[in-house]
C-alpha cells in the first residue's frame, strides 16, 4: 500500500489551476486503482460549465455552499458541506459557487483520468466571465 498527501502534490503538475478552480489530482490513471480522486476548489461566486462525457463522477461537498444546474432538464439542485452528487448520466452541468466561500470537493472519477487531458478532452469549459 502507499500513502499519497497533498502537500507532496502542491506545486507539481497534479495541482491545476483554471479561472475558476484548482484541483490537485491525489490519485491518477498511473496509480493503477482503475479510478482517478481529486481535491477541488471550486471558488466562490464562480459558474464553470462542465460536461464529462466520458468519464462518470462523483463529487463529496466537504466546504462551501452552490449548485448544480443540469443542462437538459434547467433543474438547479442546491449543494453544501456533507453532500455527494452524482453525474450518472454523463450530465451536461454547470456548476456554481456561491459567494462568501469557495467549495472544497473531493471528486472521484471513472475511468481514471491520465492527468494529460486538456480542457476540452475532459468536458470541461470554463464559462467566460464579461
Ligand atoms: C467539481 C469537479 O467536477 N471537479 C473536477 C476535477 C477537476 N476539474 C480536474 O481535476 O480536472
Known amino acids: 500500500m502507499r500513502v499519497i498527501k497533498l502537500e507532496d502534490i502542491l506545486g507539481t503538475e ?3 489551476k483554471a479561472d475558476t478552480w484548482e484541483s490537485r489530482r ?17 471558488k466562490a461566486g464562480t459558474e464553470t460549465h462542465i460536461w464529462y462525457q466520458n468519464h462518470l463522477e462523483a463529487v463529496y461537498c466537504i ?5 448544480v444546474e443540469t443542462l437538459k432538464d434547467g433543474k438547479v439542485h442546491p449543494i453544501k458541506k456533507n453532500e455527494i452528487y452524482i453525474l450518472d448520466e454523463h450530465d451536461e452541468h454547470l456548476l456554481r459557487a456561491y459567494e462568501g466561500e469557495d467549495m472544497r470537493m473531493v471528486c472521484v472519477f471513472l475511468p481514471a483520468i491520465t492527468g494529460q487531458e486538456t480542457h476540452d478532452e475532459n468536458g470541461v469549459y ?4 464579461d
Open 63 to 67: 466546504q462551501g455552499e452552490g449548485e
Open 14 to 16: 497534479q495541482e491545476v
Open 126 to 129: 470554463p464559462v467566460l466571465e
Open 26 to 42: 491525489l490519485v491518477l490513471k498511473k496509480d493503477g486503482m482503475g479510478y482517478s480522486v481529486h481535491d477541488t476548489i471550486i
